[in-house]
């Protein structure tokens, strides 16, 4: 007989994480969900651990594969899942014991689609815990009239990240949307990819519904090592902007055009300082020039509405085209934490 959700964990060298998570996920109050666990090509010992769970729990199914990214990694969860209804926890965090059961229970009392909980964000860097809002101006039953009319209108008009509709894993969605609608995990991407999903998911399905209760807890790391994609990923940064403009014009709203080009120029200066803090050794001045050279940036980066000071100083910078104080500016911040306001 087939379980009512599964649950996809893509898997990429997370062994120091990922027993928490796993265990949190086998915690449910909620029984009846199948486990698959995807094993991205890891390099550590989170293939082994994963095939250890699997012969105490035999609601777990493990899946090896060569490295394909994240997405590739969700898309294998998908093609091979059993479940009525899908859900996605990444390795690194962990869930609610009540998550799943309080998602399928509004998925099913609604017909829903996708059913979207907030989220908690603990922040191990600087000590913080913080939870993502909810939404509050409109009923918690969303149809597909007043998701086109009110949902996608404020998400392209606020900090939509604040309403936890970006991520994929504080959801649950009914499997058969993947394939009616052929909409998969952009494999090419390496930034933003849950969120091209969703907002492509949110103007074709039927029923949204939120829930007042965060039940997911996203873990934030230090990252131990950035990749060398950066001139792909601020690629993306780009392409995503373009998008959601193209989500504007669609849906005849385009005076909330200048409110997306900020939140990019916002996204490029976070990956920026991404580029300066990470353990690359050198192109740092050669990837930060690209970008500051970038014409879109170049145009959009002298109407930022800067939130801070520190976020003045970044924005002159960028400006000026100093790749060397840009640098410095970020270092200078990291070591002096007091001296501007933090974003």
């Not at 020039?289 to 970038?294: G, L, R, S």
Request: charged letters at 25%.
């Amino acid at each position: 007989m087939k379980p009512d959700i599964s649950i996809i964990v893509p898997i990429y060298n997370v062994e120091k994480y990922l027993e928490a998570c796993l265990n949190s996920i086998l915690a449910q109050s909620y029984f009846d969900f199948e486990l698959i666990l995807v094993n991205d090509g890891s390099l550590d010992r989170s293939g082994e651990i994963c095939d250890l769970y699997a012969e105490k729990d035999n609601r777990i199914r493990v899946i090896h594969k060569m490295n394909g990214g994240v997405s590739s990694a969700r898309n294998k969860g998908i093609n091979t899942a059993n479940g009525k209804y899908i859900g996605f926890v990444d390795p690194d965090d962990t869930i609610l014991p009540t998550m799943f059961e309080l998602l399928i229970k509004s998925a099913l009392e609604h017909n829903a689609d996708i059913v979207v909980s907030p989220f908690t964000t603990i922040n191990l860097i600087e000590n913080k815990v913080s939870r993502s809002a909810v939404w509050e101006e409109i009923h918690c039953v969303i149809d597909k009239k007043n998701i086109e009319k009110q949902l996608v209108p404020k998400l392209l008009n606020d900090n939509y990240y604040g309403y936890s509709i970006i991520p994929c894993w504080n959801k649950l969605y009914k499997k058969v949307i993947f394939s009616d609608y052929n909409i998969k995990f952009d494999e090419n991407m390496n930034y933003g990819e849950d969120a091209r999903l969703n907002y492509m998911l949110l103007t074709r399905v039927e029923r949204l519904v939120f829930i007042n209760k965060p039940l997911y807890n996203y873990h934030l790391h230090q990252r131990e090592s950035l990749t060398q994609n950066f001139k792909e990923d601020y690629a993306f940064i780009l392409d995503n902007k373009k998008f959601m403009i193209s989500l504007c014009i669609k849906f005849n709203l385009t005076k909330y055009i200048s409110n997306l080009t900020n939140d990019y120029i916002n996204q490029s200066l976070v990956y920026m300082q991404d580029i300066v803090k990470s353990s690359l050794a050198t192109n740092k001045i050669y990837i930060l020039k690209n970008i500051m050279n970038d014409l879109d940036f170049k145009e959009n980066i002298r109407f930022f509405d800067c939130p801070s000071m520190y976020y003045r100083v970044l924005k002159t910078i960028c400006i000026l085209k100093n790749e060397a104080l840009f640098i410095g500016a970020v270092k200078a911040k990291s070591k002096f934490k007091g001296m501007f306001a933090n974003k």
